[in-house]
């Protein structure tokens, strides 16, 4: 009997030990193939990136060359729009970069001055902005973060300001005591509307344009990083957008604003 018993017990073992063999061989074929298209995919990017990036360049090279060569104040606009053009795809490039490593799990987080993001975003947002008063209030920030996915936010953030402002309306921007806060003097939002701006597809206005998805990637950025977002609005007011940005401060910057 306790021979039939130990037969059973080796079985057992002999049957847990092989799921396990097989169930490793299975997960490492499977594994084997991904980490070589990641690499792959990762070749393909970045020389695809370089290919797009030397026509950019050249664009870039000349157009300072041009405006060095012409006088008059409309050609002189005409050059700064087109130098800034090439800078828009410079960025569209590296955001195109950035989403396909943050699906490969390649994104790197990085200590940087959240002033100095939240200005370059302002800078790029020009043509976006049109007749809006822009006011921006801000103080050296240090944090530690993803910092392509942290523009990438305040963009979207930005654009929604400027596209459901009224005509000639505002948006002030403020970043103070490691908090950011967005206000514009918009369309503002019911609560219907509130209760989904963050859903992935919401559109409050279809005829305004886009997919309805920035939002919904401000959230996702927002909740990996553990920043809480504030949103308050009042039909025909307007909306404010407050993220808390403590859990992404570094050591240092947190100690100054304790």
């Known amino acids: 009997m306790l021979d039939f018993w130990i037969g059973i017990e080796a079985a057992l073992i002999a049957a847990v030990l092989g799921g396990a063999i097989l169930s490793y061989g299975a997960v490492s074929y499977l594994l084997t193939p991904l980490a070589v298209t990641n690499n792959l995919l990762d070749r393909l990017v970045k020389d695809t990136l370089h290919e797009l990036n030397a026509p950019l360049a050249t664009i870039q090279a000349n157009t300072q060359l041009l405006k060095h060569s012409h006088d008059d104040p409309s050609s002189q606009k005409r050059l700064d729009r087109i130098a800034q053009a090439c800078q828009n795809l410079h960025t569209l490039y590296t955001q195109m970069e950035y989403y396909i490593k943050r699906e490969i799990r390649l994104v790197k987080e990085e200590n940087f001055d959240a002033k100095e993001a939240l200005e370059a975003c302002i800078q790029r947002s020009t043509e976006l902005r049109g007749e809006l008063i822009l006011t921006c209030k801000t103080q050296s920030t240090m944090v530690y973060v993803d910092r392509i996915g942290f523009e990438q936010c305040i963009m979207n953030l930005l654009s929604n300001a400027f596209k459901y402002n009224k005509p000639r309306g505002s948006v002030h921007v403020k970043l103070e005591d490691g908090i950011l806060s967005i206000q514009d003097s918009g369309v503002g939002m019911d609560e219907h509307?509130?209760?989904?701006?963050?859903?992935?597809?919401?559109?409050?206005?279809?005829?305004k344009g886009g997919y309805g998805i920035g939002l919904h990637k401000v959230r996702e950025f927002c909740?990996?990083?553990?920043?809480?977002?504030?949103?308050?609005?009042?039909?025909?007011?307007?909306?404010?957008?407050t993220l808390k940005l403590d859990k992404i401060l570094t050591k240092n910057q947190k100690d100054v604003i304790q």
């Open 193 to 207: 509307t509130r209760f989904r701006v963050f859903d992935r597809y919401y559109q409050e206005d279809p005829q």
């Open 223 to 241: 909740d990996h990083y553990g920043i809480f977002i504030g949103l308050l609005s009042t039909p025909n007011v307007g909306t404010t957008v």
